[in-house]
């Protein structure tokens, strides 16, 4: 299966292992680019250092191209540079548009990729230089910067731009996966899926709960969780302190049941509040299961635990399958 995606990025399989707070670190990245997919690294919380260090990491685990993933809502010039400087491959843009971004990627010589949540911002980036639009369906897992859905975010968005578009939001095997593709998407950005890899950092009890929940059991949250940057939407598994807080009428932050309840540790030994946006790792302490699990709403797709490279290898072959047998049958009179 080639697409235009793949040629653009020099991959194999147009599968996008999407950057993940917490959650997505070297191992996944490398894994994901060794199995012919792409990996992205979201290096956008670190200082400058630590992103050449990221870089570093990465490139130490595998040879392929990935992607370093920043946030326009917090200065990013720097890290930016940095990427410029270390000549990764590509640069993925989220949480905001700016046209000056894009730009100043592209003049580095980095590839870009801006994920965006409207038609209109996807041909405000595709203006600006991008080579890539990822669009952001409300499906997705995490921090929700569109309010669409993706099945009718993408094909919008696909007759809006002249540029591959990746579709991001409930995508877990290869079913939707083809289906994305049938939408016009060129390649898809998985996050959700990707929790249950060897390679993600995140506590069991994280994963076990990603296992086990169903299709209804996210929800997204204009404020629940306090998150570093203002008007942060965001999709989580339905846990203790949704319930508490829903219980208690939804109030906005500062009138929230039990602020400041401390409810782990960090592998550090800070303490996790509750309401805290903190993605558990591995040897985090306390009350897991009470902390922001962010999942989307492709989470009841997901039941075993498996290495990212046969995540890559399964979703690619499925898609496969799912696309050639359902043209078939449907058409077999014209077969
Ligand atoms: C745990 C988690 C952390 C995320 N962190 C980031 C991030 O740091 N940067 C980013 O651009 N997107 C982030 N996202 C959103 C993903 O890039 C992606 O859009 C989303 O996971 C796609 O939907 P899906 O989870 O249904 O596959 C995160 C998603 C999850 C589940």
């Not at 194999?12 to 994901?32: D, F, H, R």
């Not at 040879?63 to 326009?72: E, G, I, K, T, Y």
């Not at 230089?129 to 499906?139: L, S």
């Not at 039941?303 to 890559?312: F, G, S, T």
Request: proline share 5%.
């Amino acid at each position: 299966m080639k697409t235009e995606l793949c040629t653009v990025l020099s991959i194999e399989k147009p599968i996008i292992s999407a950057p993940m707070g917490g959650a997505a670190g070297p191992a996944l990245v490398a894994a994901v680019s060794d199995a012919g997919g792409f990996g992205v690294i979201p290096l956008w919380d670190k200082p400058v250092e630590q992103v050449r260090n990221g870089i570093a990491e990465v490139r130490a685990l595998t040879s392929r191209n990935f992607a370093v993933n920043l946030n326009l809502s917090f200065p990013y010039e720097d890290q930016l540079q940095a990427c410029i400087d270390e000549q990764v491959f590509a640069v993925s843009l989220f949480w905001g548009m700016e046209p000056a971004a894009i730009k100043a990627a592209k003049a580095g010589g980095l590839v870009v990729m801006a994920s965006i949540g409207t038609a209109e911002e996807a041909r405000i980036a595709a203006d600006a230089g991008a080579d890539i639009i990822v669009a952001q369906g409300w499906e997705s897992g995490g921090h929700v910067w569109g309010r669409v859905a993706t099945m009718a975010l993408v094909p919008a968005v696909v007759d809006a731009v002249d540029k591959p578009v990746v579709a991001a939001g409930g995508i877990a095997d290869g079913r939707g996966m083809a289906a994305a593709l049938m939408l016009g998407a060129s390649g898809v950005w998985i996050g959700t899926r990707f929790l249950a890899s060897k390679e993600a950092t995140i506590h069991d009890a994280y994963q076990q709960g990603i296992l086990r929940a169903s299709e209804s059991q996210t929800e997204w949250y204009q404020d629940l969780y306090d998150v570093a940057w203002p008007n942060a939407p965001h999709r989580a598994l339905a846990n203790s302190t949704s319930e508490k807080w829903r219980n208690a009428g939804s109030p906005t932050p500062g009138d929230r049941p039990d602020e400041g309840e401390i409810i782990g540790r960090r592998p550090s030994g800070e303490p996790v509040v509750r309401y805290q946006s903190y993605t558990p790792l591995s040897d985090t302490t306390g009350d897991i299961a009470a902390m922001s699990l962010w999942a989307g709403q492709g989470v009841s797709l997901v039941r075993e635990i498996m290495p990212a490279a046969k995540i890559v290898e399964e979703i690619s072959r499925d898609a496969e399958r799912a696309l050639r047998s359902c043209c078939a049958s449907l058409f077999d009179d014209q077969v």
